[in-house]
């Protein structure tokens, strides 16, 4: 692995990567109520994800499961939402760059918790992907739709 700081999850060997994967997915699974826990968990996912052995790892501990759960539970509101909802977000993307982990999330319905969000962050009933919709910008909504459509398409 990369260098970093004495325990940091970067020093890591890849055997240490799967036990901290697994033990970070238990965590994720056990304690689904519990705020803290989860962005603790999703942040530590961020990490591992970030190398091919921690993806694997990831993969095989129900990781993908996990995200969309936190996302689902946490993610639109409550005390740590916007904090969550970015480690989510950044551990989906960390996620994506594997086909295991790919199609771990399309069948976890990633791409149906990130809209969920995504209506929610913009206050509509229903995604609209016309540019400039809902003062996104120009193509920001049709960027973002065209996200979705690749991660469900994965």
């Known amino acids: 692995g990369a260098g970093g700081a004495p325990g940091s999850l970067a020093t890591l060997s890849d055997a240490m990567r799967v036990?901290?994967?697994r033990r970070v997915i238990a965590a994720l699974v056990a304690?689904?109520?519990?705020?803290h826990v989860q962005l603790a968990g999703v942040?530590?996912?961020?990490?591992l994800a970030l190398?091919?052995?921690?993806?694997?790892?990831?993969?095989r501990f129900g990781a993908c499961r996990a995200i969309v759960t936190a996302l689902q539970n946490h993610g639109v509101d409550g005390e740590?939402?916007?904090e969550l909802r970015r480690v989510c977000v950044e551990a989906i993307l960390n996620l994506l760059s594997d086909d295991v982990n790919a199609a771990g999330l399309r069948d976890a319905g990633a791409a149906r918790a990130l809209l969920v969000v995504v209506q929610n962050f913009c206050g509509v009933g229903a995604f609209d992907p016309e540019p400039g919709a809902h003062g996104l910008g120009g193509g920001a909504a049709t960027a973002s739709s065209a996200s979705m459509a690749t991660l469900a398409s994965r």
């Open 19 to 21: 036990k901290a994967g």
């Open 31 to 35: 304690f689904p109520d519990d705020e």
């Open 43 to 47: 942040s530590a996912v961020v990490n």
């Open 80 to 82: 740590r939402a916007f």
């Open 51 to 59: 190398e091919p052995v921690g993806r694997g790892a990831l993969a």
